[in-house]
């Protein structure tokens, strides 16, 4: 019987930690397109080291049920823990992100060496796990993070959390009146007041949506993905749209759809 | 012999020659790699299958057709005259069949060589693209100056030519309307399934129904477009024959001179296209959009030119000029005009895409009320070009307003060779931008692709907008020559000394009007119908291979496009049968049961909506095509947009009305005003009421 190597992710589109004998790339076409009897949808998952181990988290087990099939396949996953999954992981522990098209093209994405600092204007925020809300805010990626899982100002406060930030395009200077152009976020109106809201009144964050998915289209990230919990920030540029369109072309039309 | 039936004859040749010189030259350029030569014969193989069942089909049906001309005319006039009534028929078929066969296999060729001449920039591979679809233009041109002259040597009779006309006609219906549905069917079920329920992006090689979605480029833009424009042609040409022929006050030689004036007009159009096509050239970094337009108005103005050469030299009244320039101007203006309806930065696309933000349903009204007012403009063009031609030759001594009529219609498709060339262009880019998808060429050659295609959906847009002006046009000179063809048959049968006369007080006249009016919309809801059919069989073809394979989705196991290919094609040609059995029957039907002038009101009524339904059908369609690229393009939310949503639904519907149903309207009006003048002698003496 063939030897396949067991890989661990943490998956963010629903937060779960699965066990897999395929390789990231491999798991992610899995992933997003399924089999047959699977449903299909856009991923964003975390390869972790293997060695990471947590008390909460029956890894051990998950790799002793994550054996080839009967016909020599390899397993594909074994779902180790589907709940509050990302707050009990080492952040050290992450290796790359994979960005996975939903029809299973696959992008891979290094963590920076730093995290760029904040900048002053108006961002919009997707969260991805543990919850999916958008939020506008006048707070920096770093500061959000802060105010969120660090020192909330509020009774709100996440043990830890990923998002991604997304362009705002003309809004973020004009909110009233600039052109949406190529933003296709639903509701503009609603953004646009939420924009104008954080111009003009004493908030630093706006709920923009809270019923939405944390499935968006990759085209409009602004810089890219971040993960943070009381340690540890870590963010995953997104390389510029051009090389993206010349070293990635398949993973850029697909994610352009 | 006439000189200038021989001249016709000879250009016809040397434009049929130029059509094999593009054609080697074209088949020496580099095909490419192994990759993308087998994606290009996937479409290849796709295209062939579909034209030979096509033409398998098309045979059976002219044997029939003929067959059935030859005894009704041999029993009614005689034998010899029934005998070869069939054999021009057969011959306008195959002549068409033949262009056809030409400008595909050219096509074909032609995508891969432009794909691959892309990797070395945008001059080479527009230089491959435009002298691919040259082959089309003057292969068409050619071959129907050669019929026409051909059969008018041998026959010196017009009406022979009618039957020629009549062959080119039947098989331009069913080769528009089966491309149509053909191309519809394919295009719709590849982005349904493809891109709305899996996601993946066009020209996909995941996609199982991605080559029939480039054949159907193929069979419904270039085979069905050029059979289309071409039948327009050969009946305009027949037309203004039939009405030369029947000038009164005329000498036997001016008779003949104003007989052959016509196809004067072709010679002169195809060398001109021949010269124009020459100035069809871009430079790198530059748009091949306004290449193309430079090559029709230089022809148009060489071609202006030649004609006011040869009529100032020559015994041939000025009026023929004015005439001619009125349908050639108008028919220049009508096609950039639908330019604006069309176009992705004007107003209507941009107004169309700025209200998809509230929904389909707004982005469906806004598209067909500018669809409907798109009618407008054309409409008043060629009522203009009309009467401008019908009174400056009624105000001459020599020819008459009907007969100037006629011409304009020449002298408005004389350029065809040209117009065709450009139309051809479209597909065989559209072609190559999907071969450079599928076989993995890289991103700068899918750029160049790009901005071909661009140009050809442009190119595309103004040849229908001038296809079915000119189809307009073709169909009044094709009613005047009916009503004079109805007038001679009934002097010869002693029924009548008068011109027909078609009155509005009578009942059986209304009826007429009405029955005619009320075709182009069945015919066209019909021919959508089967779209709408077949994509369901297609759709359901590609989700099965999606589900029972999923290595297709993973790209470790490649499609089955055969299957999909195969669908498309025999529901096509099944889906097409009823529709043309209308078209010829509807018309002899009523003639021989209500009589010459009712059929004469059914034909006007079918004109007058036919008309009107293939210009809205046409431009709301286009319209809608292009509010979603525009959509696309990044405004009012991009790509994932509720307007994007919206302009998805609008486009998806103007499809099939933009390239199934109103395009073949133009066809239509054709075969059964052919049919009804090919049939008015026969009419004009048997018929019930």
Known sequence: MAEFTKHLYLSMIPEAMIASQLSPEEFGVYYAIGTEKKSRGQAIFFELDPLFRHEELPIEEGFERCVPHDDGSPKRSVYISVYRVLERVALEAIRKLYLVTQDGRVLALDPAAECPEDTEGLHLYQEIAPVSPMVASTLGPLSFIDLIVRNPTSLLKLPAICFAELRLGELADDPEYGSVGDLPYPNIDHLRQCLTDLRTKAVHSKMVDRTGSAVFPYRVLKSGIYVGNAETVLFFPLPPHEELRREHYRWWRSANM | ?689
């Open chain 2, 1 to 689: 012999m006439n000189i200038w039936v021989v001249v016709s004859l000879v250009s016809g040749v040397i434009s049929v020659a130029a059509a094999v010189f593009y054609y080697r030259w074209v088949f020496q350029q580099d095909a490419g790699s192994e990759q993308a030569q087998r994606v290009a014969r996937w479409i290849e193989e796709g295209s062939q299958s579909y034209l030979k069942k096509l033409y398998v089909a098309l045979t059976m049906l002219s044997v029939g057709m003929a067959i059935v001309l030859a005894i009704i005319f041999g029993l009614q006039v005689s034998p010899g005259y029934g005998f070869t009534i069939a054999v021009t028929f057969i011959f306008g078929a195959v002549s068409s069949s033949v262009a056809g066969y030409m400008g595909m296999s050219v096509a074909v060729k032609g995508n891969v060589r432009t794909a691959t001449a892309a990797e070395r920039g945008l001059v080479p591979a527009f230089k491959v693209s435009i002298n691919s679809g040259a082959v089309m233009g003057l292969a068409m041109v050619g071959m129907a100056l050669i019929g026409m002259s051909l059969i008018y040597l041998l026959t010196e009779s017009p009406e022979m030519v009618l039957g020629f006309s009549f062959g080119a006609s039947m098989l331009a219906l069913l080769a528009k309307a089966g491309g149509g549905i053909y191309t519809k069917t394919a295009d719709i079920a590849a982005d349904l399934v493809g891109k709305v329920e899996v996601g993946i992006p066009e020209d996909d090689p995941r996609n199982p129904a991605v080559v029939a979605d480039n054949v159907g480029d193929n069979v419904g833009d270039v085979a069905g477009m050029g059979a289309d424009i071409l039948d327009s042609y050969i009946a305009s040409a027949v037309a203004a024959m039939l009405l030369g022929a029947a000038l009164p006050n005329v000498s036997a030689d001016q008779r003949m001179m104003y007989t052959v004036f016509p196809l004067i007009l072709c010679m002169l159009g195809s060398f001109a296209s021949l010269i124009g096509l020459q100035f069809v050239r871009v430079r790198e970094g530059g748009k091949p959009g306004p290449a193309l337009n430079s090559g029709t108005v230089y022809t148009t103005v060489i071609f202006a030119a030649m004609v006011a050469a040869v009529i100032l030299l020559s015994d041939i009244d000025t009026a023929a000029l004015w005439a001619t320039l009125a349908g050639l101007i108008t028919g220049v203006v009508i096609g950039f005009t639908s330019d604006f309806f069309t176009g992705d930065d004007r107003p209507p696309v941009v107004e169309t895409a700025k209200v998809s933000g509230s929904g389909a349903a707004i982005t469906i009204i806004t598209g067909f009320s500018y669809g409907l007012i798109s009618i407008v403009p054309s409409i008043i063009g060629i009522v203009i070009a009309m009467l401008i031609a019908y009174f400056v030759a009624e105000a001459s001594p020599v020819i008459t307003g009907v007969y100037g009529v006629g011409i304009s219609a020449v002298g408005m498709l004389s350029i065809t060779g040209m117009i065709v060339s450009a139309d051809a262009y479209g597909p065989i880019v559209d072609n190559a931008r999907g071969i450079a998808e599928m076989a993995g060429m890289s991103p700068e050659v899918v750029e160049v692709t790009d901005i071909l295609d661009a140009a050809g959906n442009t190119a595309k847009a103004i040849t229908k907008g001038f296809a079915i002006s000119a189809a307009a046009l073709t169909v009044l000179a094709l009613f005047s020559a009916y009503a004079s063809e109805v007038y001679q048959a009934m002097l010869e049968l002693d029924i009548a000394a008068q011109p027909m006369v078609i009155s509005l007080l009578d009942p059986l006249v209304i009826a007429g009007i009405f029955l005619g009016a009320a075709t182009p919309p069945l015919f066209s809801a019909l021919t959508m119908l089967s779209v709408t059919h077949n994509a369901f069989d297609m759709i359901e073809e590609i989700r099965r291979q999606f589900r029972e394979r999923p290595g297709i989705l993973a790209g470790t196991e490649e499609p089955d496009y055969v299957a999909c290919v195969s669908l498309a094609s025999q529901d096509a040609l099944k889906a097409l049968i009823f529709p043309a059995f209308l078209a010829v029957a509807l018309p002899l039907i009523v003639g021989f049961v209500m009589g010459p002038e009712p059929l004469g009101a059914f034909l006007g009524g079918a004109i007058f909506t036919g008309i009107l339904f293939a210009l809205l059908m046409a431009n709301a369609g286009g319209l809608w095509d292009n509010a979603k690229k525009y959509v696309e393009s990044g405004y009012f939310g991009g790509k994932g947009s509720e307007a994007h949503k919206a302009s998805v639904v609008g486009d998806t519907v103007g499809d099939p009305f933009k390239d199934t149903a109103g395009p073949s309207l133009n066809t239509l009006i054709t075969v059964m005003s052919l049919a009804s003048s090919l049939f008015a002698p026969v009419i004009a003496a048997f018929h019930i009421f």
